[in-house]
């Protein structure tokens, strides 16, 4: 079946321009997560959803930084008058819920470069 | 989650054995051990995870100290595509359920020499 799939693979804007960042799950993972890895560093947490349950912001940098998941599925990361240090790999994860040990499973990432 | 304590880089020859170490002095009764790793370029992949006992798969497998205090990962021989970033997590698995934001740390990175 399919991965999880991230759009776009890259994605070049300039300072003060907004951007979405679109993630596709793996099908009936409920858990859905957002970080972001500047050049050379480890994964930054930013966000993540579960289910129906409010979802836990407390990694979202600013309040430039915004998402929202829709029916569930499908989430949108959306970085709002960008700023050079935003330049990074977004990354998604999805998870199925359910057993004590959840595997999570990551998209290839977006590649932002805010000029 | 209890914090885990890994070298920054390794180096191994391709074809050899690599024992990539962790330490994880703090480790709870409850918490599993996840390995992870970052291909060049990609997202991390799942790699393989245990509780006390010894695991095998077909990627790689994970030795447990007695006390867990420590874990190891092996990849009996690495090949020129395992180079990547390696790491090691914790996480409690007394609730079932997804539990929120997976901490990952710097990790080992792998080098392989042909």
């Known amino acids: 079946g399919a991965g999880v799939s991230q759009s776009p693979s890259n994605k070049v804007t300039e300072k003060g321009k907004d951007v979405e960042l679109r993630c596709d799950p793996i099908s009936g993972h409920t858990a859905l997560y957002w970080y972001r890895q500047s050049l050379g560093q480890g994964l930054e947490f930013l966000i993540y959803f579960q289910g129906n349950s409010a979802p836990d912001k407390s990694g979202l940098p600013s309040d430039r930084f915004s998402a929202e998941r829709t029916g569930g599925s499908v989430s949108t990361l959306t970085i709002q008058r960008t700023q050079q240090e935003d330049s990074a790999v977004y990354l998604c994860?999805?998870?199925?819920?359910?057993?004590?040990?959840?595997?999570?499973?990551f998209g290839s990432g977006t590649q932002l470069s805010v000029l | 989650d209890a914090k885990t304590t890994q070298p920054n880089s390794m180096e191994s020859n391709e074809e050899e054995p690599v024992h990539l170490p962790c330490n994880h002095s703090t480790i709870s009764g409850t918490d599993y051990i996840h390995w992870y790793r970052q291909l060049p370029s990609q997202g991390p992949e799942y790699v393989i995870h245990?509780?006390?006992s010894n695991v095998n798969n077909r990627m790689a497998s994970l030795a447990i100290a007695e006390d867990r205090k420590s874990s190891t990962l092996i990849l009996h021989r690495a090949t020129l595509r395992d180079a990547a970033v390696y790491y090691c997590?914790?996480?409690?698995?007394?609730?079932?359920?997804?539990?929120?934001?997976?901490?990952f740390g710097k990790g080992t990175k792998l080098s392989v020499k042909p």
């Open positions: 245990g509780l006390t």
């Open positions: 997590i914790l996480r409690d698995g007394h609730y079932g359920g997804s539990q929120g934001n997976l901490i």
């Open positions: 994860a999805s998870s199925k819920v359910g057993s004590k040990v959840e595997k999570l499973f």
